[in-house]
C-alpha cells in the first residue's frame, strides 16, 4: 500500500488504521472475488495478479469492462464506499492473486477524515470510467477497421491491382462512413505497414495482413 | 451557483473567480454545445432547459448516456480539467438552454486550491459514470422491444403526455438502434394495441400493457 501513502498524504496512524482493517488474502485463477452474492466486499489492493471486473446480463452474457494488475487497487468492489456508484460489477480472479481487502466502512471512515484519500479513491475511479467507456464503444460501434479492410480487400480482388486509385471520400462514401475517420483509420493501418496512403489513392503492402485484419 | 456554493466550502472570492470566468449563453434547441470540434468547451453550469449527453460512432450512430437539468452542471464538456477522463462525449441543447460555462483553466485552478470542489466535482463524475452504466446496460442486454418500451415510458413519465412527439429515427438515436428496426418493431407493439404511430410521433394507448413489456 505504498503507493496509496505517497499520493494520499496518509500518516503512519492512517496506513495502520487500513492495515488492522485489510484481510490478506489469496485466490486461486478463477474465484469470484466479488458481485455474485451483492455484498459489499471491500477495497481490493492487488499484490500479485489479475483481476477482471466486468458486467452480465440477467442472461449470464458477460462484458469485460477492465482488468487491474499488481499495485492496483478495485473500487468497484466497494460501490458501498462511494455513494455516488449505484451499479454492480463482478471482479474475477483472472490469474492466481495476493491481495489485501480492505473493509468498506474502515475505507469509508478515513476517507471522511482525509480529503486527499477521497480525491485519490475518487480520481481513480474517474479514471476507470475512461477505461469503461473504451471498452464499450468496442462493443456497441462494430469496428471500422475491418469494414475498411473488407472493402480494400474486395477492389484489389475485382480489380487485380494493389493500388485502390479513390480518394478517402469515395472510401467513406462506400464503407457509410465520414472522410476523417477513413484518413484516420488508414493512418493506423499505415502504421502497422499494411497499407501506404499515396498520391491518388492507397496502396496496399501486405495482403495477408490486410487477410488477417477482415478475419480477427 | 448556489448549489455548487453551498457543497464545496467555496469562498465569496472562490464564487467571484468563477463569475469572472463565466460566460452566460442561451443555446437554441438542438445546438450542439460541445464534442464537435473537439475543443474543452468548459463546465457547463444549466440555468434553465435540458442537455443531453451522448456518445457517436464512427458511422454517426449516436447513443445517449444521460440528460442533465437545471441546476445540475457538466464535467464531461470539460473533459480537459479532469486527467482522468480519456474519452470524449457530445453534448447538445435538447431543449432551449440558459447557461454558465465556465473556463476549464480557471475551474482547474480553483480546484486545485479547494479539495472541497476537486471532491464534489469527482463525486458528480462518478455519479454520471453510474448513469452511463445503466444507459449501456439497457444498450448491450435488453432486447429492443423492451428498450423501446422502458424510452416511450421514460418519456411519457418525464413530459406526462401520452403523446410523444419524435420521429422514428430520433427515437432511434436514443436507444441505439436504427430506424428501420424501430418502426418494424412500432409495428409489432401498435399490433399489441400497446401504441398507436400517429403524425409527428407515437401515442401510448396502454400504459399497463406497455409496462408489462418493460418488467417482462
Not at 103 to 110: C, E, G, M, T, V
Amino acid at each position: 500500500m505504498q503507493n496509496l501513502k505517497n499520493s494520499t498524504h496518509l500518516t503512519d496512524s492512517d496506513i495502520e488504521h487500513l492495515q488492522h482493517n485489510a484481510l490478506h488474502k489469496t485466490y486461486n485463477k478463477g474465484y469470484n472475488i466479488h458481485g455474485d452474492d451483492g455484498t459489499c466486499t471491500g477495497v481490493v489492493f492487488i499484490n500479485s495478479g489479475i483481476i477482471r471486473i466486468y458486467i452480465m446480463s440477467d442472461e449470464g452474457k458477460e462484458i469485460t469492462l477492465y482488468r487491474l494488475y499488481e499495485d492496483d487497487f478495485c473500487m468497484l468492489s466497494a460501490s458501498c464506499v462511494l455513494q455516488s456508484i449505484s451499479f454492480e460489477v463482478h471482479v474475477d480472479a483472472e490469474t492466481d492473486c495476493d491481495v489485501f481487502v480492505i473493509r468498506p466502512d474502515a475505507f469509508r471512515n478515513l476517507m471522511d477524515r482525509n480529503l486527499y484519500l477521497a480525491n485519490y479513491a475518487l480520481n481513480t475511479t474517474v479514471g476507470r470510467f475512461s477505461e469503461v467507456m473504451w471498452a464499450m464503444q468496442q462493443v456497441l460501434f462494430m469496428s471500422l477497421d475491418k469494414r475498411l479492410a473488407v472493402f480494400l480487400y474486395d477492389e484489389y480482388a475485382r480489380t487485380g491491382r494493389l493500388l485502390i486509385k479513390m480518394t478517402h471520400e469515395q472510401i467513406a462514401k462506400h464503407i457509410g462512413s465520414a472522410r476523417e475517420v477513413v484518413s484516420r483509420m488508414l493512418k493506423y493501418l499505415s502504421r502497422d505497414g499494411i497499407v501506404e496512403v499515396v498520391r491518388g489513392g492507397i496502396t496496399i503492402l501486405d495482403k495477408s495482413k490486410l487477410q488477417n485484419l477482415i478475419h480477427n
